[in-house]
Nanobody, 126 residues
């Protein structure tokens, strides 16, 4: 059984930084694209970033491009999200999720992700 556990959320002032981690267990982590999503109160869960199984290719939502960086360490079965220049509108619960197996195309829909973590709260104060 695959389990994903996020950590690293918290309260930060606008302009600050946070680094989220997502530790995976079960399954073969290194074969799957991994993604980060976020859900603000009263809103849909939206795609944030994704990284291919090898770590060689990444993809970002326009709203975070240039500020967030996704990375992974397959030896540690962990994916990271470095968030810089945070804005109040980045406030949300952040989730990591397992994406498709060894696929070339980017899949940013929630429906293309089969396992999810419990989420970690990120709050950015103005």
């Amino acid at each position: 059984q695959v389990q994903l556990v996020e950590s690293g959320g918290g309260l930060v002032q606008a302009g600050g930084s946070l680094r989220l981690s997502c530790a995976a267990s079960g399954g073969t982590f290194s074969l799957y694209t991994m993604g980060w999503f976020r859900q603000a109160a009263g809103r849909e869960r939206d795609f944030v970033a994704a990284i291919k199984w090898s770590g060689s290719s990444t993809y970002y939502a326009d709203s975070v491009k240039g500020r967030f960086t996704i990375s992974r360490d397959n030896a540690r079965n962990t994916v990271y999200l470095q968030m810089n220049s945070l804005k109040p509108e980045d406030t949300a619960i952040y989730y990591c999720a397992r994406g498709p197996l060894l696929t070339a195309a980017w899949r940013t829909s929630k429906d293309d992700h089969d396992y999810w973590g419990q989420g970690t709260q990120v709050t950015v104060s103005s």
